[in-house]
């Protein structure tokens, strides 16, 4: 922001007396809270500041050179009353009354040395030091405008230097007063007031007109307000830099704390510039707009040099969120007790385009990292806390239950949450890669449960495959209408996962199955050493857990084990055996009927709706016990009608086991099964026999 530059004269006034006017100037103040100095408040009044007489060597000068009037052309001073009061800063209103108290009569000086000078400017008595320094200058103008230095040009180089390094001493204690007005818990009014009566009186006396003639710096502007705001620059940089900062091995939380005090203490900076500082200078100064812009500075480098470092997650979201809801907000710059004078509408961007864009990949990528480690922290979860320990699932709704969706979704929800915070782009970003990572972490837990169940025969496994089954489906819903995301891919990769589970449970169900059905017709099952619902008793170890899974799956399985049972059970009817006795026919009869009866009872108990099952192992018990060999072609013809897609070979196999002859079978088959094997009708969905393996029976005719 420029500052208005202040009005000043064509002509300097002469620090002496002139025409009898005394001159008005505000006082010379110190501070010494600043500098350690112990020194009143108020040093001293005009009296002090330009008591300067004219040495003799000047007397003599001017009687020598009075005829030619060269003198009293470049005779250079300081201000008079009357130019003062036309070019100087107006003060503010309640600092007045600390102006009016200062003796303003001026007393006559005499030029100082440069140490007595350096030595004012080290005591802070600013203007009387300017005085002399500007005494100082002006005689080497003139002199050298005389020729004076003509047959001497290193006295004059001298003297050059000896000036500018005296208004830069002045420059420094500028800067040093302006970089200590925040460091005391007061204000020194006074001394900042003396501060703007200094500057406006170098502008006066230096008004900016171009180069000054020759090489040197003599009678150029010193541009001390620009010095001024500098300071303010470095003192805002030095306050940003002096918050405590630990390092991350000293504390885990070392951003958000630092950033937290960051916030504080410029609060409070920016708080005592407008009840304090502001009042102590003119209104063109812009006090407050200047600090701003400042600390703005300090605060975009200082943050510009922490995105640097290797930041983690935390680290990397504590710095977004500060700069994208923290800085501007009521929190910090927009707190209502700085307003109106702190304003944030015309500040640039805290982080350039550049190093925000970058934060923001680093933190995409950390959230992709933090994402694998919560997908994995939940899988292992499931293994040690369920599976190792065989915890049953909770039952919702007459469903088995999992938290593994609630966990997958809340994890994205807050990410999306805390990413959208910061930015639109940034939460569409971290739901992209939270589903990327969705979408390689489910195979990954298929192939960890697949595993588990491999090394070990648990009882857990069904109701584990049930939950599991149940809230990939609840996943997909819940993707589906809170996030409101296309779960295509999703749904292809579950659908794999849940195909993988089925056969995994099917292969299951077969192992323990496939003992006791071998067992049919042979000695101990004919004569039931084995009891009759002990192949019911392990179907059901995998049917019930399907009432508590989620329809339609849960019906679709309980169909397949029905038929499975039912299938299986004729596969091993009607292999070849040895001829059986009427006795033994009987028997195994009622047996087959009694265990068709518990097999059916308990999956129509369980929920199958597979009623068409029913009646085919006791029409094959029918077939197998009927005495009267003339019924039994009744009985195929109710078998062959209830499942039209049963064969020629199926019928022979049965019976075969009823122990009739060749011819015999061949003309109950002629009279009792009238579809031809070549032409299949339509039997739908409904197919018993069709896929039962008859090239075992063919071979045995």
């Known amino acids: 922001m420029k500052l208005s530059p202040t009005t000043v004269a064509s002509e300097p006034a002469s620090p002496t007396k002139s025409e009898g006017k005394e001159m008005e100037v505000a006082p010379e103040l110190g501070s010494p809270t600043l500098h350690g100095e112990n020194i009143g408040l108020l040093e001293r009044g005009l009296k002090t500041m330009l008591s300067i007489r004219k040495s003799k060597r000047s007397l003599k000068k001017e009687k020598e050179q009075e005829g030619t009037g060269t003198l009293r052309k470049k005779r250079l001073s300081f201000l008079s009353s009357k130019n003062y009061e036309e ?19 001026p007393i006559e000086g005499k030029p100082l040395s440069v140490m007595e000078i350096n030595e004012l400017i080290q005591k802070q008595k600013l203007l009387e030091a300017f005085a002399s320094i500007k005494y100082m200058e002006d005689e080497t103008i003139a002199e050298r405008d005389a020729d004076k230095y003509k047959d001497n040009p290193q006295e004059f180089v001298r003297k050059t230097k000896d000036v500018d390094l005296l208004y830069n001493s002045i420059k420094d204690m500028i800067q040093s007063i302006v970089v200590g007005t925040l460091e005391h818990p007061t204000v020194e009014e006074a001394t900042l007031a003396s501060l703007v009566t200094l500057i406006a009186r170098e502008e006066a006396a230096h008004p900016n007109v171009g180069s000054a003639p020759g090489s040197d710096l003599l009678g150029s502007p010193r541009r001390w307000r620009e010095e001024w705001r500098e300071a303010i620059n470095e003192s805002a940089r030095k306050r940003v830099l002096r918050v405590p900062l630990a390092s991350k091995e000293e504390e885990s939380s070392w951003l958000d704390i630092h950033l937290c005090f960051l916030q504080k203490h410029l609060s409070e900076d920016l708080l005592k510039i407008k009840l304090s500082v502001k009042k102590c200078y003119p209104e063109e100064y812009q006090v407050c707009d200047i600090y701003v812009e400042a600390f703005h500075k300090a605060i975009a480098s200082h943050l510009q040099d922490l995105s640097q470092r290797v930041l983690e997650f935390n680290e990397l979201y504590s710095l977004l969120d500060w700069v994208a809801n923290t800085y501007r907000s009521e929190l910090f710059l927009g707190h209502p007790d700085l307003k109106p004078e702190v304003k944030t509408e015309n500040l640039s961007l805290l982080l350039t385009p550049a190093d925000w864009d970058r934060l923001k990949n680093d933190y995409i990528t950390s959230v992709k990292g933090k994402i694998k480690s919560y997908f994995g922290n939940i899988l292992r979860l499931e293994v040690t806390e369920k599976w190792e320990k065989e915890v049953h699932p909770e039952v919702e709704d007459n469903l088995y239950h999992s938290s593994l969706s609630f966990d997958i979704q809340t994890i994205i929800g807050e990410h999306m949450k805390i990413s959208g915070a910061i930015s639109k782009s940034l939460k569409a970003k971290t739901l992209e890669l939270c589903l990327a990572e969705l979408h390689e972490f489910i195979p990954r837990f298929g192939e960890e449960f697949m595993e588990w169940n491999a090394a070990r025969d648990s009882p857990m496994f069904m109701p584990y495959f049930a939950a599991y089954t149940n809230i990939f489906h609840h996943l997909v819903s819940g993707l589906e209408t809170v996030f409101n995301v296309n779960t295509e891919e999703l749904q292809k990769i579950l659908a794999s996962l849940t195909k993988n589970f089925r ?13 006791l059905l071998k067992k049919i017709l042979t000695k101990d099952w004919i004569w039931a050493m084995e009891k009759p619902d002990s192949l019911a008793a392990v179907v059901s170890q995998f049917s019930k857990h399907l009432q508590h899974t989620r329809q339609p799956l849960g019906q679709e399985l309980l169909r397949h084990v029905h038929k499975y049972v039912v299938r299986e059970y004729i596969v091993q009817v009607i292999k070849p055996r040895r001829k059986m006795n009427r006795e033994t026919r009987q028997q195994v009869s009622e047996r087959m009927s009694q265990e068709a009866k518990i097999l059916n009872k308990v999956l129509i108990d369980q929920g ?11 029409h094959i018990a029918n077939i197998i016990g009927e005495k009267k060999k003339d019924r039994i072609k009744e009985h195929v013809k109710e078998l062959s009608q209830d499942y039209p897609d049963i064969r020629k070979e199926h019928i022979l196999g049965i019976l075969m086991l009823r122990g009739l002859g060749y011819t015999r079978r061949a003309a109950i088959f002629r009279q009792s099964f009238h579809c031809a094997p070549e032409c299949p009708d339509s039997r739908g969905e409904n197919t018993l026999f069709d896929e039962i393996d008859v090239s075992a029976v063919i071979s045995c005719f």
């Open 87 to 105: 070019n100087k800063t107006t003060v503010p209103n309640d600092l007045e009354e600390v102006v009016d108290t200062i003796e303003t009569e």
């Open 608 to 618: 199958s709706d597979s009623d068409w099952l029913l009646p085919a192992l006791n």
């Open 503 to 515: 056969t995994m449970f099917l292969n299951k169900l077969r192992t323990k199955t496939q003992p």
